[in-house]
């Protein structure tokens, strides 16, 4: 985090005052400047704009919160196993869970029969990416070994290839030898990780050497002992200072396309996760595809003293706050009630 005196150098040059566009991205929205043209970095951009840019959304959110909003999704592309795909509007990643033990009991899929009808029901429902986990990452979930995992989510992969061949496919793992197998023997061109490398050291190296695409989700510690690392100086200037130095780590391994994630549910309280969500549009610094991660998750069903069986309509409250700040890619067990949220904003704020 900077110092209050380098907070205080960075204001006096007068930037705080310029348009979001001109303080960190320049004409160009590829190449980030400084104020003074000179190129900036994507840890100067956190460091640099921490907490003088949340202060900022603030104010703009507090007096033009839709005019702002909607400006933050922008047209991009990613490489999908070497097919460019040009997105125009948010995408909707669905879950499938070849697990025992997902928090949801009615997204497991073990049988040959389920798998297939999940899949078959999630094309019908217009699902985008296939988001497919072997290994639950719940608190106290049963640990499993890396064999395990990959033939779990074999059977998933397997069978949407049969299926659905044109949808593609993302990997949920933080296993590099499961990563690399996925790849290599099917084709999976997405590596969907909680912890950004974190809990395996090669992982990065693994997904840049594969020429995967690579969703880098916002974890602290393991899903056994994320909920006992909840303490930031500040929640939003954190997160982004992790995804900084996360994504500097990932280009020098070669990877091209970066989502960023997070991490909703993950080492954060049920009020952090409320304070994240208000914040999410101030994510558009880094000028990354979102991902947002809040189907039926406990921050809805704590809230409500409820379950995860309940909490399909807050998740779709809260992806509809997701999109109006920027959203790109929403992950969900409910297809059909996403590709709806999904349809309506954009028909209600069409681009120009």
């Known amino acids: 985090m900077q110092s209050k005196s380098q907070m205080r150098v960075f204001s006096s040059a007068g930037s705080e005052h310029l348009p979001y566009k001109q303080r960190v991205g320049g004409s160009n929205p590829s190449t980030p400047t400084k104020p003074d043209g000179s190129p900036l970095g994507f840890l100067f951009i956190c460091a640099e704009i921490g907490l ?20 933050l999704f922008n047209p991009y592309t990613l490489n999908l196993g070497g097919n460019l795909l040009s997105v125009s509007r948010p995408l909707v990643m669905g879950i499938l869970n070849t697990t025992p033990d997902s928090f949801y009991a009615d997204s497991r899929c073990q049988a040959a029969r389920s798998i297939n009808l999940r899949i078959e029901q999630m094309a019908q429902e217009g699902v985008d990416i296939i988001d ?34 044109d949808i593609p496919l993302s ?16 084709g999976a061109e ?10 395996d050291e090669k992982m990065i190296a693994t ?18 002992t994320m909920q006992s690392m909840c303490h930031y100086d500040n929640l939003t200037a954190d997160i ?3 995804f900084a130095r996360k994504i500097d780590e990932a280009a020098s391994a070669g990877i091209g396309d970066i989502i960023i994630d997070p991490g ?31 189907s039926r998750k406990s921050m809805i069903y704590r809230l409500f003293d409820t379950t995860p069986d309940e909490s399909l309509n807050g998740t779709t409250a809260i992806n509809m706050l997701a999109l109006a700040q920027g959203a790109s890619i929403l992950r969900v067990h409910d297809v059909k009630a996403a590709r709806e949220a999904v349809e309506i904003f954009c028909k209600t704020f069409p681009r120009q």
Do not use: W
């Not at 997405?190 to 809990?199: K, M, W």
């Not at 916002?218 to 056994?224: D, E, S, T």
């Open 190 to 199: 997405i590596i969907n990780d909680i912890s950004s490398g974190s809990l």
């Open 240 to 242: 982004l200072q992790f």
């Open 207 to 224: 997904v840049g050497k594969c020429h995967a695409a690579y969703i880098m989700m916002h974890m602290r510690g393991n899903p056994n």
């Open 171 to 186: 990997i949920d793992t933080f296993r590099a030898a499961v990563a690399e197998r996925c790849i290599g023997e099917y």
């Open 264 to 294: 909703f549910g993950f080492s954060k309280t049920l009020d952090q996760n409320y304070s994240l969500l208000s914040h999410l549009s101030d994510f558009a610094a880094l000028k990354l595809p979102l991902l947002v991660g809040v």
């Open 132 to 165: 497919i986990g072997g290994y639950s990452s719940r608190p106290g979930a049963d640990e499993v070994s890396v064999e395990e995992e990959y033939e779990r989510v074999k059977r998933g992969m397997e069978a949407a290839r049969m299926i659905v061949p």
């Open 52 to 71: 003088a840019r949340i202060k900022y959304m603030t104010y703009l959110r507090n007096n033009e919160t839709i005019a702002i909003a909607m400006k």
